[in-house]
């Protein structure tokens, strides 16, 4: 096994970055090679990607998702890999994503020559395209926010709740308390109220 670790700095804040990665149906946007990446479901992944020329196909399974921490992973069939993609913010606005990916090279194209120093340059290329994805967008395509529950009962992610932003994607409307209250929002209620209070009692 042959392990491969970059990183990159990304100037957006770390919750959306994360996000982003979690759209992993995405990565053949910014990822050289690979063609397809189909989430089947909480867990699992298949991949569809060219290596050394070669068409490879393989399922992967995440182990663990810590929403804005880590994800990590390995295969289940088809080549052997694994890997992990942690998130750390360094500020309010700047993430740092590390990419780390263990993976087993088959056959004597794919061992010969400098085959994983391509597959390398190849990760780090990845990453920053991620970046300059995510910056020129500004915002995640979307979230996913369930992680693999540690417990092998349970077999599902639990919902985790977003991050509160400001980012209009997350945006949801909310009603001002003075419109729950009719005699405070509406003119006419006031003065209604008013001739009420007017009026001789008894």
Known sequence: MKEIIHDVEVNVPLHLVYDQWTQFEEFPRFMEGVMEVRQEDDKRLFWRAEIAGQEKQWRAEITEQIPDVRIVWHSIDGIPNSGSVAFKALDAQRTSVTLKITYEPEGLVETAGDVLGVFSHRVKGDLKRFRDFIEERGRPTGSWR???????????????????????????????????????????????????DLTPKG
Not at 160 to 177: G, Q
């Open 146 to 196: 369930r992680h693999p529950a540690e417990s092998s009962q349970s077999g599902i992610g639990e919902e985790v709740p977003p991050v509160e932003t400001s980012s209009s994607l997350f945006h949801t409307s909310t009603r001002h308390p003075l419109s729950e209250e009719p005699n405070l929002a509406r003119p006419d209620a006031l003065e209604t109220n008013k001739e009420d």
